[in-house]
């Protein structure tokens, strides 16, 4: 049975660009060295927050071999799998697992809304197709299917299965994910600005967006609530929660590499269709970081 010790920090990162949209590498590199110095658990690479629509095939892979590189071993690399058919899946998961990813962070099938049936032969089919460890990734909200705990139930038989990215924004979710399938799943959050709330309910780990930016406090909230220091977690988190709405937002691609740039690790560029930030909407994110920054809780 493939086994998985998954728990902890996952920084979804952003993928740096160059002003001409080219892949920033040199950037990448020292991202995922900060986020290692920092002490995260993982990473997880061309996600949502990585513009994985927005990357050719090559890109992606290039990415993901950088990360591999990089990690060294240190820390597990997941890849994210968001292709527009379930073949392209299939042989995007033997492509990463050839540069040594540790393991793939699956999505439905973009573009087709799936029914029940369909979303399960997806994930059933991608899964005898690679033998690397998966993380099912459920994401109502922005991509329209719901893996509700009754599938979860059906896939768990599936030994490849071992972690959920639960990011339907209901936090009780992960309460009845554990009713119908017990302690199966490795049950992280995907919502950052629910991440107090789903470990109280009893997620083990964080798939996080604004941790590309303060990792530290990222960690350091997991960590108290791992430890049960349920009060000094609830500060911190008051502290955060303004930036951690930023994830939870259409615009969070853009929001979080606005706040990347701001504290100095990484640019503002998207590809289009996406563009940076601008006016009031730029202005108030600069105004959330400022604060943030200027009653920056001493973890030291």
């Known amino acids: 049975m493939t086994t998985s010790p998954w728990q902890g920090i996952f920084p979804a990162l952003t993928t740096p660009f ?7 590498e040199e950037t990448l590199v020292k991202q995922i060295q900060f986020q290692i110095h920092a002490g995260v658990h993982g990473l997880v690479m061309v996600g949502t ?6 990357l050719s095939l090559d890109e992606k892979l290039r990415v993901v071999e950088l990360a591999v590189q990089t990690a060294d071993g240190k820390i597990p690399v997941l890849a994210g799998v968001a292709e527009t058919t379930t073949r392209g899946a299939c042989l995007f998961a033997e492509q990463v697992a050839r540069r040594g990813a540790s393991g793939l962070m699956l999505l439905p099938a973009m573009q087709y809304v799936s029914d029940r049936r369909e979303t399960l032969t997806h994930y059933r089919t991608v899964a005898r197709a690679t033998d690397l460890p998966i993380m099912i990734y459920n994401n109502p909200v922005s991509y329209g299917v719901d ?5 979860l139930a059906e896939l768990a038989e599936m030994p490849q299965f071992v972690a959920v990215k639960e990011s339907s924004a209901d936090v009780r979710r992960i309460t009845d994910i554990y009713t119908t399938v017990g302690d199966r799943f490795q049950l992280f959050i995907g919502v950052d600005d629910l991440a107090l709330e789903a470990f109280a309910a009893g997620a083990v780990g964080w798939v996080a967006g604004l941790v590309c930016a303060f990792p530290r406090e990222t960690i350091r909230l997991w960590e108290f609530c791992r430890n049960g220091q349920w009060e000094q977690a609830r500060r911190l988190y008051r502290w955060f ?3 951690l709405h930023l994830d939870a937002s259409t615009r969070l691609v853009q929001n979080i590499k606005l706040v990347e ?6 640019t503002e560029t998207v590809r289009p ?4 930030l601008e006016g009031a909407e730029r202005e108030q994110v600069i105004q959330l970081v400022t604060r943030a920054l200027q009653n920056r809780p ?3």
């Open 261 to 266: 740039s701001l504290v100095g690790v990484g």
């Open 298 to 300: 001493n973890l030291d």
């Open 49 to 54: 927050l990585g513009e994985n629509g927005s």
């Open 147 to 151: 893996i509700t705990p009754d599938m």
């Open 241 to 243: 929660a303004p930036l």
């Open 18 to 24: 160059q002003p001409d949209f080219s892949l920033d």
């Open 273 to 276: 269709p996406r563009l940076p």
